[in-house]
């Protein structure tokens, strides 16, 4: 009995042990970048220096790029006559102000398309930064700041807090001087999801609402109802010119960039999924569903919608 027991302490000690010791390598692995050399910039995007990219949108839109970094972050600075807007600021394993410094003497307030760690990680480095307040949001202000308890996901840095210096309206239009964008609340990746309209140049910013590669319909706060709410709410205020430009690449779509029909597609499968007629493409480790042939939508084996 005494040897049995002892048996089962010695296999316990040893199961933690190895799940602590995967779980450290899962986060060196992932925390670790992307060989500067082996990457290839899209088209329009140069390196500039060596972790971060510049894509000239247009004179006063830039994507700032992240491709050494496993999930290839793009941020988006959106000038106009009297302020910019930074549009997420990355997971923060660089600082971003001299990038932002280099494009605008304006004064520059950042947003984050939402509270995940790998948007928010330069926040603090900035004086200004605006939220839109929802409810979600709100829960998570401490007296040091606003701190997501979805910081750390899959990483080993800590992302440190910030203070909001200016609450926004969900539907709210955003004045940059001579250039105004639309704020629409857009839930489904996760609950406090924004994504910003730029009508006069058809330009809309979508955060993790969509992008090229894999979508995550599995975080914490995730969900599938609303999103296909969104996504339809997201359709029915624009014109269907606009081009898409999402936070993420991938290598086989290095540009975070996509066309206006990836909505539709998108609305597609949400569809199929909330009726139950969804049919994925891998079961295991991660239910695969294809959108379109720039998009996957990933879910937990067993997660229903
Ligand atoms: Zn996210």
Do not use: C
Not at 120 to 138: K, Q
Not at 204 to 222: C, E, H, M, Q, R
């Amino acid at each position: 009995m005494k040897n049995l027991r002892k048996t089962v302490v010695i296999t316990s000690v040893v199961l933690v042990l190895a799940a602590m010791a995967s779980i450290t390598l899962v986060g060196v692995l992932l925390t670790s970048d992307i060989d500067q050399d082996s990457i290839e910039l899209s088209n329009g995007e140069n390196w500039f220096d060596d972790w971060y990219t510049v894509t000239r949108i247009d004179n006063q839109t830039f994507a700032i790029g992240e491709p050494r970094y496993w999930q290839k972050n793009y941020n988006y600075l959106i000038v106009g006559q009297s302020r910019a807007l930074l549009f997420d600021t990355g997971p923060g394993v660089r600082d971003i102000t001299k990038v932002t410094r280099s494009l605008t003497q304006l004064p520059v307030t950042v947003m984050s398309s939402h509270p995940h760690y790998d948007h928010i990680g330069n926040n603090f480095r900035f004086d200004r930064v605006a939220w839109v307040r929802v409810p979600s949001i709100l829960s998570e202000l401490t007296d040091d700041g606003f701190q997501p308890t979805f910081t750390r996901g899959f990483t080993l840095r800590t992302i440190p807090p910030f203070k909001i210096s200016e609450w926004l309206q969900p539907e709210q239009e955003i004045d940059l001087g001579q250039r105004r964008l639309q704020i629409f609340h857009v839930p489904g990746h996760e609950e406090g999801s924004f994504a910003l309209l730029d009508a006069d140049r058809q330009q809309l910013f979508t955060g993790d609402f969509i992008y090229p590669g894999w979508l995550v319909a599995f975080s914490p706060t995730s969900d599938l109802h609303e999103y296909l709410r969104s996504v339809l709410y997201l359709i029915s205020h624009t014109s269907g010119s606009e081009t898409i430009y999402g936070a993420h690449a991938v290598a086989a779509h290095p540009s975070p960039v996509l066309p206006h029909s990836a909505l539709e597609d998108l609305e597609e499968l949400l569809e199929a999924l909330n009726s139950g007629t969804a049919i994925p493409r891998q079961r295991f480790p991660m239910r695969v569903f294809t959108v379109n042939a720039d998009m996957d939508l990933h879910l937990f084996p067993f997660q229903g919608p």
